[in-house]
């Protein structure tokens, strides 16, 4: 059974930065895109970012320059750096693990809080 775990939110003030981290147990075989999401109160869940399994990464037009994500393939793990946050980032951020083609699996982590606020 995986599992993913994230770690790195908390409070920050405005145009602070965090490091988010999302690290998977258990055994994943074959080949898989990671992602972050998130969810604001009353609004729906939204990609953040995504990097392949050739590291390919996409961004959300709201956090281009400001995010990056990056995967450590040897610990399983996924980050998001963010910089210049802004009190509209403030959400529950989630990881995800996806398998590519011909991998359909599909693992999510629990959320870490982001609060940006003075």
């Known amino acids: 059974q995986v599992q993913l775990a994230e770690s790195g939110g908390g409070l920050v003030q405005p145009g602070g930065s965090l490091r988010l981290s999302c690290a998977a147990s258990g055994s994943i075989f074959g080949r898989y895109g990671m992602g972050w999401y998130r969810q604001a109160p009353m609004k729906e869940r939204e990609l953040v970012a995504t990097?392949?399994?050739?590291?390919?990464?996409t961004y959300a037009d709201f956090v281009k320059g400001r995010f990056f994500i990056s995967r450590d393939n040897a610990k399983n793990s996924v980050y998001l750096q963010m910089s210049s946050l802004k009190p509209e980032d403030t959400a529950v951020y989630y990881c995800r693990f996806r398998g590519e083609w011909p991998y359909n699996y599909d693992y999510w982590g629990q959320g870490t809080q982001v609060t940006v606020s003075s």
């Open positions: 990097i392949d399994s050739g590291y390919t990464t």
